[in-house]
């Protein structure tokens, strides 16, 4: 069985290839990478595969029985494009399996929409791919807002417009076994699974934080405009806009959704606080 999984070189993909390797053996394992020399460190057997290039998947995908499509990153529309090259390729190369990284959210209530929405149209075009399939919906990465610990002592706060609104975060980690036991299991087959921890508030989120980092944070929370322009501000039009519509669209309910990761990974998920602990002493 050979099991390939793209975007190795990003950080979800290099999880999902760890947890393969632990579970089949680094032999079964394909990385498919935009640029393969970021991914050698992995020790599988790396491919080409830019998502902009059917013709690279063509060739990526020969020999592949089950292959993971990490959702990509360009504007939400070049993305279903992107996305079907692979679907394609991986139908004219005979893969039996195919499993697609997507995102928790409202598809047209917040500024965070187009992104769920062009998802949205992958998971229907997965669907519609007479392969066997699985679609998890991913929660928001815990990482990256720890990765950001540095301005929230500095600022003394954790400021968002989140409001009182629960998210279900996860981690790379927890995704990237998750996906490895959706890969090789058929059980899981024509499931779309939301593959989230525990819901938070940003309130206990902070809390958390405290506890494991030894802080005194705050939560302040401020509305969407105010949050909008002070994140368009530091990070520009379309990132600022993307950022600020995940906290609308938490504020509005929209990742206080229920959790699959326990059918899908046959393990409880860790909790918000184990998590950051993990991180930490990573
Ligand atoms: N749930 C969440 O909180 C959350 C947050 C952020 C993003 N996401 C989504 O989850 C995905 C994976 O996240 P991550 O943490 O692994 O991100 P990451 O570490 O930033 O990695 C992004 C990956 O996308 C690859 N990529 C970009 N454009 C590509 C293209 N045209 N063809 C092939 N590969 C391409 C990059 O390849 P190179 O190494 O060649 O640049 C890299 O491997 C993201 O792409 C995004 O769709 C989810």
Same mark, same amino acid.
């Given at each position: 069985?050979?099991?390939?999984?793209?975007?190795?070189?990003?950080?979800?993909?290099? &999880?999902?290839?760890? *947890?393969?390797?632990?579970?089949? /053996?680094?032999?079964?394992?394909?990385?498919?990478?935009?640029?393969?020399?970021?991914?050698?460190?992995?020790?599988?057997?790396?491919?080409?595969?830019?998502?902009?290039?059917?013709?690279?998947?063509?060739?990526?995908?020969?020999?592949?029985?089950?292959?993971?499509?990490?959702?990509?990153?360009?504007?939400?529309?070049? %993305?279903?494009?992107? *996305?079907?090259?692979?679907? #394609?390729?991986?139908?004219? $190369?005979?893969?039996?399996?195919?499993?697609?990284? !997507?995102?928790?959210?409202?598809?047209?209530?917040?500024?965070?929409?187009?992104?769920?929405?062009?998802?949205?149209?992958?998971?229907?075009?997965?669907?519609? !791919?007479?392969?066997?399939?699985?679609?998890?919906?991913?929660?928001? =990465?815990?990482?990256?807002?720890?990765?950001?610990?540095?301005?929230?002592?500095?600022? /003394?706060?954790?400021?968002?417009?989140?409001?009182?609104?629960?998210?279900?975060?996860?981690? %790379?980690?927890?995704?990237?076994?998750? =996906?490895?036991?959706?890969?090789?299991?058929?059980? *899981?087959?024509?499931?779309? =699974?939301?593959?989230?921890?525990?819901?938070?508030?940003? &309130?206990?989120?902070?809390?958390?934080?405290?506890?494991?980092?030894?802080?005194?944070?705050?939560?302040? &929370?401020?509305?969407? #405009?105010? =949050?909008?322009?002070? %994140?368009?501000?530091?990070? /520009? #039009?379309?990132?600022?806009?993307?950022?600020?519509?995940?906290?609308?669209?938490?504020?509005?309910?929209?990742?206080?959704?229920?959790?699959?990761?326990?059918?899908?990974?046959? %393990?409880? *998920?860790?909790?918000?606080?184990?998590?950051? &602990? $993990?991180?930490?002493?990573?």
């Amino acid at each position: 069985m050979k099991i390939a999984v793209t975007s190795a070189s990003g950080k979800l993909g290099a &999880s999902i290839v760890k *947890h393969l390797i632990n579970l089949i /053996g680094k032999e079964n394992v394909i990385g498919i990478a935009r640029t393969p020399e970021k991914a050698t460190y992995l020790d599988v057997e790396i491919r080409k595969g830019d998502y902009n290039s059917r013709e690279d998947f063509n060739e990526a995908l020969q020999g592949v029985d089950a292959v993971l499509l990490v959702s990509g990153m360009d504007e939400p529309q070049k %993305r279903i494009q992107q *996305h079907r090259n692979v679907i #394609e390729a991986a139908k004219q $190369n005979g893969v039996q399996k195919i499993v697609y990284t !997507s995102i928790v959210g409202d598809d047209d209530k917040n500024a965070f929409s187009p992104i769920v929405q062009s998802n949205r149209q992958t998971e229907k075009d997965i669907q519609d !791919s007479g392969l066997n399939w699985v679609i998890g919906r991913n929660g928001i =990465y815990i990482e990256p807002d720890l990765e950001y610990i540095d301005t929230y002592v500095k600022e /003394g706060r954790i400021e968002n417009c989140a409001g009182q609104g629960k998210c279900t975060y996860t981690s %790379r980690e927890e995704l990237g076994y998750a =996906y490895a036991k959706i890969l090789i299991e058929d059980k *899981h087959n024509g499931y779309i =699974y939301n593959l989230v921890g525990e819901p938070v508030t940003q &309130s206990e989120l902070t809390e958390n934080i405290n506890k494991v980092y030894g802080t005194d944070l705050i939560y302040n &929370s401020v509305t969407v #405009e105010v =949050y909008a322009a002070e %994140r368009k501000a530091a990070l /520009g #039009e379309f990132l600022g806009t993307v950022i600020a519509g995940i906290y609308e669209g938490i504020k509005s309910g929209a990742n206080d959704v229920a959790s699959d990761y326990e059918k899908a990974a046959g %393990r409880e *998920h860790k909790s918000l606080f184990d998590m950051i &602990s $993990n991180f930490k002493a990573q």
